[in-house]
């Protein structure tokens, strides 16, 4: 019995050669290049040689596909080890995330990962925690950062309008073409 996936609508075909062409996720990209082979009507023997996977592995994933759609290309993670940290423990994690590390009580105006692990093991919220585990723990509570570059501070009490008389300068020097 031949298997084909079913017949794909033309936002379901291109998503899937945008996929296949551009993707991140490996496993996606190798789902997305199955099914467009058998939406050619390429039969699972061609796909597998040219794409050194089984047939059952074939079979499933088109299957899966035509069931539950663009759905079916995202991997299924089961099991695995326990999280580490209670939902109580994140919670805490992202609500200090979320305060200015100055209206914390540090000395600094952005929080990087790292200074961000430091604080959580100061304040006790865990005992040890790792820079990719914050980042995931951020991530999953849609918590953005970007690493400081550059920033200007300085004691002078005149130091905001020296900053932006410096600005203005500049633009006028741009505008003459000097």
Same mark, same amino acid.
């Given at each position: 019995?031949? !298997?084909?996936?079913?017949?794909?609508?033309?936002?379901?075909?291109?998503?899937?050669?945008?996929?296949?062409?551009?993707?991140?996720?490996?496993?996606? !990209?190798?789902?997305?290049?199955?099914?467009?082979?058998?939406?050619?009507?390429?039969?699972?023997?061609?796909?597998?040689?040219?794409?050194?996977?089984?047939?059952?592995?074939?079979?499933?994933?088109?299957?899966?596909?035509? !069931?539950?759609?663009?759905?079916?290309?995202?991997?299924?993670?089961?099991?695995?080890?326990?999280?580490?940290?209670?939902?109580?423990?994140?919670?805490?994690?992202?609500?200090?995330?979320?305060?200015?590390?100055?209206?914390?009580?540090?000395?600094?105006?952005?929080?990087?990962?790292?200074?961000?692990?430091?604080?959580?093991?100061?304040?006790?919220?865990?005992?040890?925690?790792?820079?990719?585990?914050?980042?995931?723990?951020?991530?999953?509570?849609?918590?953005?950062?970007?690493?400081?570059?550059?920033?200007?501070?300085?004691?002078?009490?005149?130091?905001?309008?020296?900053?932006?008389?410096?600005?203005?300068?500049?633009?006028?020097?741009?505008?003459?073409? !000097?």
């Amino acid at each position: 019995m031949t !298997v084909f996936v079913r017949d794909l609508s033309k936002e379901e075909g291109n998503r899937l050669v945008r996929i296949a062409r551009k993707g991140a996720d490996p496993v996606q !990209v190798r789902r997305a290049l199955l099914i467009l082979a058998s939406a050619q009507k390429m039969k699972v023997p061609e796909i597998s040689r040219l794409y050194h996977i089984s047939g059952e592995n074939i079979r499933h994933t088109i299957h899966r596909f035509n !069931v539950e759609g663009m759905d079916s290309l995202k991997p299924r993670y089961c099991g695995g080890r326990p999280q580490t940290f209670t939902a109580e423990q994140r919670a805490k994690i992202t609500e200090l995330a979320q305060i200015p590390p100055q209206s914390a009580g540090y000395p600094f105006t952005n929080w990087s990962l790292s200074k961000l692990k430091q604080a959580v093991e100061d304040r006790h919220i865990v005992s040890s925690i790792s820079l990719e585990t914050l980042r995931v723990i951020l991530n999953e509570a849609k918590i953005t950062y970007q690493n400081t570059k550059t920033w200007k501070a300085s004691n002078d009490p005149e130091f905001e309008s020296k900053k932006n008389e410096s600005k203005s300068s500049t633009r006028i020097l741009q505008k003459t073409g !000097v």
